[in-house]
């Protein structure tokens, strides 16, 4: 039997899909680049998570989904996450299709349970088989049922972390707003240097500095982001994640092909 292709996992961060700051604002055009950056790259086998941005944030905020149930006042504010996932979901799958990839949706919520917000359950079968098909399975930061806190908020972050580890990743792209980790947080700090390679120590020593982004995150911003990127180099040695700018332009496409962009490249040593 053919070995199964190893899948390239690529986040297209909340901040790159959306205008943080506006709700329900989709970056249309971001999102169409991206989408053709991926076309041009022409890769075998590919997964493409993508977070919540301006969509899923400020309504899991407004509802407190994050802090698990507390009141009924609650569940609509549930809803209404999942409805505002879908609605982000639809948007990017359709700039796929519309490029005749064949992207298609995998509600992490209807296989993911989570508990005290860690992934418990984690079953990969579709996904694999998405990938036998040469399909583009498309996930998403998510409203979650949770066996403890009755749901809770899951990142599309921790699901890269479950997915890398899982189908044995070796490359791992994430696409943010800012080329990629700095010493401090450079939109506060100018003195906040950027980091080119970093290994899995190093990178432990660094997560204490780096904030929580001051824009509506209920995961935590980049500090959610580096404590899943050493989740993954702490089960999987193999992993070579590349933070990127994805809202310059081919730095996605470039990070795909292996050519040398500015980035910050992690590795376990
Ligand atoms: O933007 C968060 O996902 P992230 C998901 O990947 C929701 O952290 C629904 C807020």
């Known amino acids: 039997m053919a070995k ?3 899948p390239i996992i690529v986040k297209l961060g909340g901040s790159v899909v959306t205008y943080k700051d506006t709700l329900f604002k989709p970056n249309i055009s971001v999102i169409d680049r991206l989408v053709k950056e991926i076309l ?13 941005g301006s969509y899923g944030h400020p309504v899991a905020m407004e509802y407190k989904i994050n802090d698990g149930y507390k009141s009924p006042d609650q569940l609509i504010g549930f809803s209404k996450t999942r409805q505002a996932m879908m609605a982000l979901n639809k948007i990017i799958i359709d700039a796929f299709i519309e490029q ?17 917000g860690r992934i418990e359950g984690f079953d990969t079968t579709i996904i694999r088989k998405l990938l036998n098909l040469k399909m583009i ?22 699901i890269i972390n479950k997915l890398a580890v899982t189908l044995r990743a070796e490359k791992i ?22 980091v080119e390679k970093i290994t899995f120590e190093e990178l432990q020593a660094l997560f204490d500095k780096i904030g929580i982004a001051d824009t509506i995150d209920v ?39 292996d050519e040398t ?9």
């Not at 005749?100 to 005290?116: E, H, R």
């Not at 979650?144 to 809770?152: I, P």
Request: contains cysteine.
């Open 4 to 6: 199964p292709l190893v």
């Open 40 to 52: 041009k790259a022409n890769i075998e086998s590919l997964i493409v998570v993508h977070g919540a």
């Open 100 to 116: 005749k990839l064949p992207a298609v949706s995998v509600q992490p919520s209807a296989f993911i349970v989570t508990d005290k």
């Open 137 to 158: 399975p498309i996930l998403y930061g998510d409203a979650v049922v949770d066996k403890t806190a009755g749901f809770s908020i899951l990142s599309g972050d921790q």
């Open 173 to 194: 792209i994430f696409g943010i707003d800012i080329d990629g980790l700095f010493t401090d947080d450079p939109k506060r700090n100018p003195d906040a240097k950027f």
């Open 219 to 257: 995961t935590g911003g980049m500090y959610g982001k580096i404590s899943e990127l050493i989740y993954i180099l702490e089960k999987w040695d193999k992993a070579v994640i590349k933070i990127i700018n994805a809202k310059q332009k081919n730095r996605l496409f470039n990070a795909l092909i």
């Open 261 to 269: 962009i500015i980035c910050t490249e992690i590795r376990r040593r």
